[in-house]
């Protein structure tokens, strides 16, 4: 069986106070009724970290992510923020490659390629972003687009390394604006990186690995999407910054 994960990215949003809040709502509203098997991550801020980290210390079924790092360990590289620092003061998980990393900060596959290095090199799970824009799903060559974001970025990974990646399948044309994918096109883009990635490291690891589907995923949708066999859970933006909303996806397994 593979790893559920439900991740809450909560991108440039709460203050400490409302992020607080946010954590501790979710703790007590998932503590009996969550299956066993389903991880719950969550992203704050990277100021929020340690004070997140404090509350969800004690229950089992919360971890942390960051949503960034450096492609360096240390040095002169004024606000930048690295694996090492992350993993001291307790993150697990780290979001590589987000669309709007890769929009706004014009992150390329090779860098990443080198994040998700130095995250693992720390003991760091990578959850791997990656996912087309509209014009390249209207022109019909999405799944060689996406395919290649994941062979530039994870495939010069060994197999015991790349056995530690979480992939998030997020269309762009899906994020913020209101419109999913539908569980089919979800579910057929799930498939394709599966085999592609059985094509590389084998059905066996191809078969546990994690791929969550991230793009207007709320509660009224979530079920639907989770039903689909290759779809593993999902990364989830605005309805994460609501308690009952997150809980509830969480719940649609
Ligand atoms: O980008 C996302 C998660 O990383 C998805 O965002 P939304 O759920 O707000 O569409």
Not at 237 to 243: E, H, Q, R, T, Y
Request: aromatic share 8%.
């Amino acid at each position: 069986m593979r790893q559920k994960i439900v991740a809450g990215n909560w991108k440039m949003n709460n203050t400490l106070d409302e992020g607080l809040k946010l954590t501790s709502e979710i703790i007590n509203m998932i503590s009996d009724e969550v299956r066993g098997d389903v991880t719950v991550v969550l992203a704050p801020s990277f100021v929020h970290l340690t004070r997140v980290k404090s509350l969800i210390k004690d229950t089992k079924k919360v971890h942390l992510a960051a949503q960034n790092c450096s492609e360096h360990t240390s040095g002169a590289y004024t606000g930048e923020v690295s694996a090492p620092m992350l993993a001291s003061v307790g993150v697990e998980y780290v979001i590589i490659g987000h669309s709007e990393r890769r929009e706004y900060f014009n992150e390329t596959n090779e860098q990443l390629a080198r994040k998700v290095d130095i995250a693992l090199a720390n003991d760091l799970i990578p959850i791997f972003c990656c996912g087309e824009a509209l014009e390249v799903r209207e022109n019909g060559l999405y799944h060689e687009f996406v395919c290649n974001q994941v062979k530039d970025s994870l495939f010069h990974l060994h197999d015991d390394q790349f056995s530690k990646v979480v992939i998030a399948y997020e269309p762009i044309w899906a994020i913020g604006t209101g419109k999913t994918a539908s569980s089919d096109q979800a579910q057929e883009m799930h498939a394709t990186l599966r085999e592609y990635i059985g094509e590389r490291y084998g059905t066996d690891i191809a078969e546990k690995t994690p791929i969550l589907y991230g793009g207007s995923c709320k509660p009224d949708n979530a079920k639907e999407l989770f039903a689909c066999k290759d779809v593993d859970g999902g990364l989830i933006g605005g309805a994460s910054l609501k308690s009952r909303d997150f809980t509830d996806i969480i719940k649609s397994f």
